[in-house]
């Protein structure tokens, strides 16, 4: 086997490995958010955020790895069913963390649904709600911030791909802890409604 040969599969290896482990701290980074947000009352810190959520990642994974399959399913059969199984199971990763403790991740995806029934379209109406935040949010994002970095990159076209990166950072940084907030208030608001009822 020529050495060029060699050369390649190692840079292939290694990319698929630092895919790997960049999506791994990707989910770890979700998880730990997630885990604040439930435990706010509790008052978690940064580092108990993540060593908490780490028990439970290979868990998360598997039950966004299923909600996203069943959301896929129903959409190849129709798009509707894609959009009722998508908000039914929609608190399956909350709930991981808020109520995963001994229960399987199909139990997960059953509680979730749970929670849903019989308030279907006020989820969806919700989740409505937060994409119109979300597009609005984004129109100023690119008046603030996109318009801005968008006039320094015509007038110097090197640095286009690190403002690029940083315009984006930016709004991840706003909208992934604002958007993490508004999910468990749905669950949060689900669960209190079917304990009164």
Do not use: C, H
């Not at 028990?55 to 509707?80: D, E, H, M, P, Y």
């Not at 908000?87 to 139990?107: N, W």
């Not at 969806?124 to 008046?143: E, K, M, N, S, T």
Request: hydrophobic letters at 60%; charged letters at 15%.
């Amino acid at each position: 086997m020529p050495a060029s040969d060699l050369q390649l599969g190692f840079f292939f290896a290694l990319n698929v490995l630092a895919v790997a482990v960049a999506v791994l701290i990707s989910l770890w980074q979700s998880a730990s958010l997630i885990t604040a947000v439930v435990k706010s009352d509790e008052a978690v810190g940064i580092f108990q955020a993540y060593q908490q959520s780490w028990k439970l990642l290979f868990r998360f994974l598997l039950v966004s790895l299923l909600f996203v399959l069943a959301a896929l399913g129903g959409t190849v059969l129709f798009v509707i069913p894609g959009i009722y199984l998508m908000i039914s199971l929609s608190l399956a990763p909350v709930l991981v963390f808020a109520e995963g403790e001994g229960r399987s991740s199909v139990g997960i995806l059953r509680k979730s649904r749970e929670y849903v029934k019989g308030r279907w379209w006020s989820v969806f109406g919700r989740y409505l709600f937060l994409l119109l935040i979300l597009v609005a949010f984004g129109i100023l994002a690119g008046l603030i911030i996109f318009l801005p970095l968008t006039l320094i990159t015509a007038a110097i076209k090197t640095v286009e791909p690190v403002l690029r990166q940083l315009g984006n950072g930016i709004i991840d940084i706003l909208l992934t802890p604002f958007t993490t907030i508004y999910w468990f208030l749905v669950y949060r608001d689900l669960k209190q409604s079917k304990e009164a009822a």
